[in-house]
């Protein structure tokens, strides 16, 4: 990441040891601080009191999809991305395009998806 410090990063994902292993990573990258949502639910009351800076969401939490939240973040101009292991296939039609991480991943993949991410989301603010 080019400059991680002090970047918010919420984690939608229902296995433990992903979101571990995200953390890890995302602390690695240099973010200072990451929540970690395992479900819809706990993600959508994460979103009501605060804001991060960018967000990784599984697609499938526990049999659910986690596209409410994605609505929810692109409504309120927040960067993510899908970290799935069916790659583009996993996507219902009105979240195509979107970018996703395939799992498995390393670290200079997650590093690359949230640079680009993060710099389109400087893009828009800086159009506004």
Request: charged share 25%.
């Amino acid at each position: 990441m080019r400059n991680g410090n002090g970047l918010r990063v919420l984690v939608v994902e229902d296995e433990v040891f992903i979101s571990m292993l995200l953390e890890d990573m995302l602390m690695d990258l240099g973010c200072s601080k990451i929540d970690v949502a395992a479900s819809v639910e706990k993600a959508i009351e994460y979103l009501a009191d605060g804001a991060p800076n960018f967000a990784i969401l599984d697609i499938n939490l526990n049999g659910k999809k986690s596209f409410p939240v994605a609505d929810l973040l692109r409504r309120r101009d927040i960067p993510f991305v899908y970290i799935s292991g069916y790659g583009e296939g996993g996507l219902e039609s009105g979240h195509s395009g979107a970018r996703i991480l395939q799992k498995p991943f390393r670290l200079d993949d997650l590093r690359r998806v949230v640079d680009d991410a993060v710099a389109d989301q400087k893009q828009v603010l800086g159009s506004h």
